[in-house]
């Protein structure tokens, strides 16, 4: 009798899960390059995430993807962490590896830095400050990001100084605080500018910090998707500036996952973004 090879699992788990559009992007991904295997998105509960996260890889799983609000508690469930996911605070890979230990990754700072390079290929990280807007867990990936990528210097603003601070404090003097108030005063001379918040988002407050001071020539880029072209990026491209949307990052940061899961690197090209928009 032959031993047939097991077909490999992988999903997103969070809590909601329906939400997300990684399941239609790996679906397509697995199709388009013939692979066998399945991608399913699994709503789990904080109070069973321990045990879920350890039965999976007996259950056929090769590795998990992980949402909101998990990413932080995947840290304290890996066995090992990476450098870059331990100085993000969170996680939104997992591979469960042949030797049984789990390994916990953060790629949201690789797809913020490879949607950039795609769809803004001039754009030059170390060119002047980077502005950041926001200081939550997706801005600690922009962070990390541009640090690597050369960023002479960091300009945060977020609605609670606090958060703001806790960043400034764990990367270093690059990170320049700024009050609230005076948001629109990280833009001057800024190369990059980035918003992290949900501001603009559908059903979330408009996006209102002011723009008179963005530079013409900075790239803009806007991690909200959920309207594409959000104010902040139609009010930017008014002013001439190359803008750049959030749905790009999302489609680059699953890349990285979907190699490690089933063995070929994806392409993040028009395909697969029209996938995802459907």
């Not at 609000?69 to 993000?88: G, N, Q």
């Not at 996952?257 to 090209?269: L, N, S, T, W, Y």
């Amino acid at each position: 009798m032959t031993d047939l090879q097991r077909i490999p699992l992988a999903g997103v788990i969070g809590s909601p899960v329906a939400h997300s559009k990684s399941p239609v992007l790996h679906a397509h991904w697995l199709h388009r390059y013939g692979l066998q295997g399945h991608y399913i998105p699994m709503d789990i509960a904080h109070a069973d995430l321990n045990e879920a996260v350890h039965l999976l890889p007996r259950l056929g799983f090769v590795g998990v993807n992980v949402t909101i609000p998990h990413k932080e508690l995947m840290l304290s469930v890996a066995d090992l962490v990476t450098d870059r996911a331990a100085l993000i605070g969170a996680a939104n890979t997992l591979i469960f590896r042949h030797d049984g230990k789990i390994h916990a990754d953060n790629t949201d700072g690789y797809g913020f830095i490879e949607n950039l390079r795609q769809n803004a290929p001039h754009w030059n990280p170390r060119g002047g400050p980077a502005a950041v807007i926001g200081a939550g867990g997706a801005a600690r990936a922009v962070v990390a990001s541009l640090i690597e990528a050369g960023a002479p210097e960091i300009r945060i603003t977020n609605r609670t100084r606090t958060r703001a601070d806790a960043l400034r404090c764990d990367f270093g003097n690059k990170v320049t605080v700024f009050e609230w108030v005076q948001a629109g005063n990280i833009l001057e001379d800024a190369a990059t500018v980035v918003n992290t918040t949900s501001l603009g988002m559908v059903g979330k407050p408009e996006f209102r910090v002011p723009l008179d001071a963005l530079a013409p020539d900075a790239v803009v880029n806007d991690l909200v998707y959920n309207p594409l072209e959000t104010t902040f990026l139609r009010r930017a491209a008014d002013m001439g500036c190359v803008t750049v949307d959030g749905l790009g990052m999302l489609l680059h940061q699953a890349a990285p996952a979907f190699e490690r899961f089933f063995g070929v690197r994806p392409e993040v090209d028009e395909e697969a973004r029209q996938v995802v928009l459907a």
